[in-house]
């Protein structure tokens, strides 16, 4: 428990195998699972294994820019959504870094435009990594 840092409810994250950086993630101990906004998603076979392409908006201050990605398909996940319905979402693994450490984390991919993040930090890729501390934001930054 020493080596854990104190995180708050709004942190910074860079997603390098993504090309995504300084990334906004809400901290959220009651999601399980984290999730990232992608749009267009597609499958496709690679090798014999299941791959997905999709896009995704890599600036936050620039809706407007799109690239696309493409990500080895772990497995698919049944998830309750923040509106409690039920839906399938494909799950990646992919590196995140926060605070200069590097981590693999499990990712769900979905529909997160209505949401004020792109991207929720769950319980799973925090787990021993992290104390949340929720009346604060950017801990890691000293961004508050």
Request: hydrophobic share 20%.
């Given at each position: 428990m020493n080596n854990k840092k104190i995180v708050g409810a709004v942190e910074l994250c860079d997603l390098p195998k993504l090309a995504i950086s300084d990334l906004n993630v809400r901290v959220d101990t009651g999601a399980a699972t984290s999730s990232l906004h992608v749009d267009n998603?597609?499958?496709f076979d690679q090798d014999g294994e299941l791959w997905i392409k999709f896009d995704i908006h890599?600036?936050?201050h620039n809706v407007e820019r799109v690239v696309r990605r493409e990500a080895r398909v772990e497995g698919q996940k049944r998830v309750k959504?923040?509106?409690a319905t039920l839906e399938k979402r494909y799950v990646i693994i992919t590196p995140i870094i926060m605070d200069g450490y590097q981590w693999d984390i499990q990712l769900t991919l979905t529909d997160r435009s209505e949401m004020t993040y792109l991207m929720l930090l769950g319980r799973e890729a925090m787990r021993g990594q992290f104390i949340v501390d929720p009346e604060h934001d950017f801990l890691l930054t000293g961004k508050d």
């Open positions: 998603i597609e499958e890599p600036d936050i959504s923040s509106t």
